[in-house]
T-cell receptor, first 113, second 113 residues
């Protein structure tokens, strides 16, 4: 079963614009993680935000977490063509199986030069 | 610093055959998790190995089995392959609690014909 649901499913923007992706989930979590995947290859860990954190930054990435709404957002600022990829949120459930990350179906981001 | 290494990168098997996929974790990590990613979907948790034992298992049939070796590397075995087993198989390594997130390999693309 998949817990996270990313929105939108696909996003197309111009280089230099900001990209915002949203994720909703269903249960209490320990943390929420965002991953990038290029063309069906391996996942690259972008950022982890814990349930007691509300916002986190890493370079051009900004992640927010609202546990009351069970939602998170990933903002990529000043996007580049190299940011073109699929982005997944994954939740580590509170009380769930350790190591059992639950992924959404992803947002496919296309950044046009 | 070597990340997670998976082999082979691509594999074609015939329905009914058996397959073994291999994973070497990132240096310093002792926990290995396996995920199956069907085309257009997010990864789904198969199982996790720690201290050479299966610690957690997702909703996958017994045809899927694994092993972890004393050097922390791991194998995923799938018996009696079905067409529906065609997917990208991802290995992720971490510390036991996954507190700092997971490092994924580039995956093995399995095609069952």
């Amino acid at each position: 079963s998949q817990q996270g649901e990313e929105d939108p499913q696909a996003l197309s923007i111009q280089e230099g614009e900001n990209a915002t992706m949203n994720c909703s989930y269903k249960t209490s979590i320990n943390n929420l993680q965002w991953y990038r995947q290029n063309s069906g290859r391996g996942l690259v860990h972008l950022i982890l935000i814990r349930s007691n954190e509300r916002e986190k930054h890493s370079g051009r990435l900004r992640v927010t977490l609202d546990t009351s709404k069970k939602s998170s957002s990933l903002l990529i600022t000043a996007s580049r063509a190299a940011d073109t990829a699929s982005y997944f949120c994954a939740t580590d459930e509170d009380g769930g199986s350790q190591g059992n990350l639950i992924f959404g179906k992803g947002t496919k981001l296309s950044v046009k030069p | 610093d070597a990340g997670v290494t998976q082999s082979p990168t691509h594999l074609i098997k015939t329905r009914g055959q058996q397959v073994t996929l291999r994973c070497s974790p990132k240096s310093g990590h002792d926990t290995v998790s396996w995920y199956q990613q069907a085309l257009g979907q997010g990864p789904q948790f198969i199982f996790q190995y720690y201290e050479e034992e299966e610690r957690q298992r997702g909703n996958f049939p017994d045809r899927f089995s694994g092993h972890q070796f004393p050097n922390y590397s791991s194998e995923l075995n799938v018996n009696a392959l079905l067409l529906g087993d065609s997917a990208l198989y991802l290995c992720a390594s971490s510390f036991p609690t996954g507190f700092y997130g997971y490092t994924f390999g580039s995956g093995t693309r399995l095609t069952v014909v």
